[in-house]
């Protein structure tokens, strides 16, 4: 769970500033969630065979849907105000004025319930479903069909690491493939929702994230020869497929490429190679209200994601409802979305409705942008209308694309995605070789990770932005910012949470104090 923790301070620093952190954040987004759901699949199982379908789904219930509902709005709530203050502090807004007016700006029902985000509490919400189907299945099947050959594989991914981790590899790259998904975890916003599953792309993340918590499910029947697993190997596995595969990773990780699929596809182009080319945006705003800007003024800003500038770049009204704007990018892939009003938020009004340019139209990814490709001469895109995909003014968009070749890009989904498992294994084996003991430490470290989980995001939000304005490396700063939201997690729940209710409701017992 520490690792989870450690991961979305990096992302923040990756986010705000780029740079090295991102082979941290890379190397741990690409397997952390797929081995938690692994290990959720072979302890729902340990539940199940125990104690029965009904009584695992009355477990599930009190220990992950209850808490996901009470515990949500409060994260909300802190995660609303962490932001709104990073946003005034990097406004030089100071520190106790940034304080009160995130607390003012509270003030809002979306403030205070979430109707359309389960923020990093999607887990949650998936094990949860996941956990229903299997109630389900379990009354319309008395034996699952697939039990025989999925035993069979397991043992052999547990017996014979290559020939057993090959096939596991091949089965995950061949559905993320077929999936067209990047990264397990998922590809748009609505994968957090409460009814993720009306949305394509979190439908894709549910399967793929269910495949491993399958997976786990039948570790548990071959768990006697988990103890005779060699990280070694799965390790030597992983290093191998990835040899031939990081170095069109590392210009991705090491730039701020919207994917890196670009890299792939341009390789052995090194990333934004050649001179900055001047690129002029367009957009018609003529019917649409224009709202205020920095000054007051009516403004219309352009953010490019690359930029990492929620408020974006402030255009210039040139008449007829027309507003430019014209930056020099290097030669590489981007993309952007026009906003309303200056909003120094992610979230919020203001910017492009995403359900029209997003899944279907032109728009790229989780962010529902448009795309294009900056080559070696300067380029105008064309005149965009508010939330449109087309060129409002008749003309060919140059050199701007929203359709890419499916098969390369499976291709590259496959061999992306094919060190996971490996990775998955090798982690788990790790641990059960290396920390499968009696320890009064490890044992209060687990005790308290589900706590930690709930409480961390809006730390690893509020803390680095203590340090945002200071003169200290990224280096120095994620470390201290680690320290520190490392230090209130356990502190607060050693002192509050551990010999509380809260305690009780989380982990289903409470943990008296120790007596002298």
């Known amino acids: 769970m520490l690792l989870g ?12 500033y780029g740079g090295f952190i991102a082979l941290f954040v890379g190397l741990v987004h690409y397997f952390r969630m797929p081995a938690f759901f692994l290990i959720s699949g072979f302890f729902g199982a340990l539940l199940y065979y125990r104690k029965g379908s009904r009584e695992m789904f009355t477990n599930r219930v009190k220990r ?64 949860m479903t996941i ?16 039990q025989n050959i999925s035993m069979m594989l397991v043992k052999n991914i547990l017996k014979m690491p290559w020939i057993g981790t090959l096939i596991f590899s091949l089965i995950f790259g061949l559905i993320m493939s077929i999936l067209v998904k990047d990264m ?16 394509p792309s979190s439908i894709k993340s549910f399967i793929s994230f269910s495949f491993f918590y399958y997976v786990g499910w039948q570790v548990y029947h071959c768990k006697d020869s988990l103890n005779n697993l060699s990280p070694g190997r799965y390790f030597l596995f992983f ?24 890299a792939f596809k341009s390789f052995p182009k090194k990333a934004n190679e050649g001179e900055p080319q ?10 649409n209200e224009v709202m205020s800007g920095l000054g007051g003024l009516p403004a219309v800003y352009l953010s490019v994601h690359q930029l990492g500038n929620p408020s974006g770049q402030k255009m210039k009204d040139i008449g007829g409802g027309i507003w430019s ?26 910017w492009e409705n995403g359900k029209t340019i997003g899944e279907g139209g032109c728009g790229y990814d989780r962010h529902s942008n448009r795309r294009f490709r900056v080559t070696n001469e300067r380029i105008t895109l064309g005149v965009f209308c508010w939330s449109e995909c087309d060129d409002c003014l008749g003309n060919t968009i140059q050199n701007a694309y929203f359709q890419e070749n499916i098969i390369f890009k499976r291709i ?39 706590w930690i989980y709930i409480i961390h995001l809006p730390l690893t939000i509020f803390i680095p932005s203590l340090f945002h304005k200071s003169d200290l490396s990224i280096t120095l700063k994620f470390i201290i910012s680690s320290i520190i939201v490392t230090f209130i997690c356990f502190f607060s729940y050693h002192y509050f949470v551990r010999n509380t209710f809260i305690g009780e409701f989380l982990n289903g017992r409470k943990f008296p104090p120790k007596k002298d």
Do not use: C
């Not at 397990?184 to 949305?199: E, I, N, R, V």
């Not at 704007?325 to 979230?347: A, C, M, Q």
């Not at 590259?412 to 084996?429: E, K, W």
């Open 64 to 127: 992950i849907g209850l808490p996901l509902i009470f515990t949500l709005p409060p994260i909300h709530i802190l995660n609303e105000f962490s932001w709104k203050f990073f946003e005034l502090i990097r406004k030089d807004h100071g520190y106790i004025n940034s304080l009160m007016d995130s607390i003012k700006s509270l003030n809002t029902l979306g403030s205070f319930i979430p109707f359309e985000v389960t923020h990093h509490l999607w887990f949650l919400n998936f094990l």
């Open 239 to 262: 290093t191998i497929t990835w040899i031939l595969f990081i170095t069109l990773l590392l210009p991705h990780l090491l730039s701020k490429e919207p994917s890196s699929y670009e």
């Open 131 to 146: 956990s229903f189907i299997v109630f389900i299945f379990d009354k319309i099947f008395i034996k699952n069909p697939f």
């Open 5 to 16: 923790v450690y991961f979305h301070i990096a992302a923040f620093h990756y986010a705000i």
């Open 184 to 199: 397990p975890q998922g590809s748009g916003s609505q994968w957090a929702y409460w009814f993720w599953f009306l949305f």
């Open 325 to 350: 704007i014209t930056l020099k990018l290097k030669p590489g892939v981007y993309d952007y979305k026009f906003r309303n009003g200056l909003h120094n938020e992610w979230s919020g009004s203001g």
């Open 278 to 287: 001047k690129v002029t945006f367009l957009v018609d705003m003529g019917e």
């Open 412 to 450: 590259y989904i496959f061999i992306y995605n094919f060190g996971i498992p490996a990775l998955v294994l090798f982690s788990i084996s790790f641990f059960v070789k290396f920390f499968n003991k009696d320890s009064k430490t490890l044992k209060y470290l687990s005790d308290s990770s589900y």
